[in-house]
């Protein structure tokens, strides 16, 4: 007698189920293997992911970058043997000659290192993986928090993961601050006292400091007193008055002229920190992100402090900045391995005994406070100040818009127009607002 269709549709579907429970599938889909002993679900999806992956990674930097990247991947791929690793690394400047057209063709890396400058060019142009569904699973943030997580947002997506943070202050040499008749720099000091210092190191045959990159600090000022530099639509500048530019840039132009701090026309003689005015012992400090201040102990071989940045309102300027993120290109073919990798470079403790801090530091805490005991007193400096800096400070701005390399690269023009003195402060706060305009309207 044939059963019927039904009943044996039944058994099948029955005979299924007990195959099932009785090992043949871990539940994530994996096939396990086909002998009696017992595979986790662990086991048996590094056995399905094992297959043989190809990575491509750029960065910039400089030589002792490119040396200890280079040995944090070796130390990936020991770990991981089915991932070969393609790397690809320049300076700054030939790094995004590079990058641009590879962007253009869609054969851009892997895995990507970008700045905050690049970051809303490329992500807004979809050129980068949203990288949100990766966070607790092939990225673990158990020990990073939500503000270093959410400095790579833009919208309503993470195209970049914070490979460590940074704050503004000035790095700087006790010894020639008293040299200048200053003992100490106050915790809350002003932009007049800052002027008042300047003009005692003129007095004592020295720099003050190397002046200050035009972008940053302006955008700095600028938070001091409630404005950003850009709106928050990225069609515009962030600002209504003027004057804003006028004070802060005149103030810099006029310590120029009066040779407290060095001209454009010294400053163009600088090729690296060796070079730096307070490392031939030529200058008190040197205004800077926290991560550049090791080099520079290192370069001038001698005791050296941070201070923060000069008030009024500094906890409303002062920000911790993402230094840069390792970002996942929307063209890739292997975004699981990609992510996995900057897991890796972000939360093993092991590999950033070798990273050290140079690209900020750790967002992981973890990994911060396992690093303290590796690191030099230098270092230790520098986390002892971000962790300051993060108590002092406000949320950072949002990223920069599409077209702020064009902005930033007029407002340095004119900046240095300024320090020649060819220039007077109302026109170029006037230059520089109409063709920021005619740049950021683009976005509209």
């Not at 070796?74 to 089915?82: A, D, G, Q, S, V």
């Not at 673990?140 to 997580?149: G, P, Y």
């Not at 003129?202 to 600028?222: H, I, S, T």
């Not at 100040?385 to 930033?408: K, L, Q, R």
Request: aromatic residues 10%.
């Amino acid at each position: 007698m044939k059963a019927p269709k039904k009943m044996l549709l039944t058994l099948m579907t029955a005979a299924m189920v007990l195959v099932s429970a009785c090992g043949g599938n871990n539940g994530n889909g994996n096939a396990t293997n086909s002998t009696n002993s017992p595979t986790t679900g662990t086991e048996a999806t590094e056995t399905a992911e094992a297959k043989p992956v190809t990575l491509r990674i750029a960065w910039w930097g400089g030589q002792p970058r490119h040396d200890y990247t280079m040995k944090v991947i070796e130390m990936y791929k020991t770990k991981n043997p089915h991932v070969t690793i393609e790397m690809e690394y320049a300076n700054y400047d030939d790094y995004w000659k590079k990058l641009a057209p590879q962007a253009a063709a869609n054969e851009l890396p892997d895995i990507i290192q970008i700045d905050t400058q690049n970051y809303s060019q490329y992500a807004g142009r979809n050129q980068l993986a949203d990288l949100t569904p990766f966070l607790g699973n092939q990225i673990d943030v158990t020990d990073i928090s939500q503000n270093a997580i959410d400095g790579g947002k833009l919208g309503d997506g993470l195209y970049g993961m914070n490979l460590g943070v940074n704050a503004l202050g000035l790095n700087y040499d006790p010894a020639l601050l008293k040299k200048a008749g200053i003992d100490s720099i106050p915790e809350n000091f002003t932009w007049d006292q800052y002027i008042e210092m300047a003009a005692k190191a003129k007095a004592a045959g020295l720099y003050f400091d190397n002046g200050m990159r035009p972008e940053v600090f302006f955008g700095y000022y600028l938070r001091t007193l409630d404005k950003t530099l850009f709106n928050a639509e990225g069609t515009g500048l962030g600002y209504d008055d003027d004057k804003m530019f006028t004070d802060f840039f005149g103030m810099l132009a006029k310590l120029v002229i009066d040779g407290a701090v060095p001209s454009p026309d010294v400053l163009a003689q600088i090729k690296g920190a060796e070079d730096s005015h307070l490392v031939l012992n030529q200058g008190i400090g040197v205004w800077q992100w926290s991560n550049q201040y090791v080099g520079l102990q290192q370069v001038a071989n001698r005791p050296l402090a941070i201070a923060p940045m000069a008030g009024p309102n500094m906890e409303k300027g002062l920000f911790l900045k993402p230094s840069m993120f390792f970002s996942v290109s929307e063209n890739s073919k292997v975004k699981e391995e990609a992510a996995k990798f900057i897991n890796f470079f972000v939360n093993d403790i092991e590999a950033n005994k070798l990273i050290l801090g140079d690209r900020g530091v750790p967002v992981s805490s973890k990994v911060k406070e396992a690093l303290k005991e590796v690191s030099t007193e230098a270092q230790i400096q520098v986390y002892d100040y971000v962790a300051w800096a993060e108590a002092n400070s406000s949320p950072m701005d949002p990223a920069d818009p599409i077209g702020s390399a064009e902005v930033f690269k007029s407002l340095t023009s004119l900046a240095e127009q300024m320090n020649y003195n060819k220039i007077k402060p109302e026109e170029a706060a006037k230059k520089f607002r109409d063709e920021a305009t005619s740049i950021l309207k683009k976005n509209k």
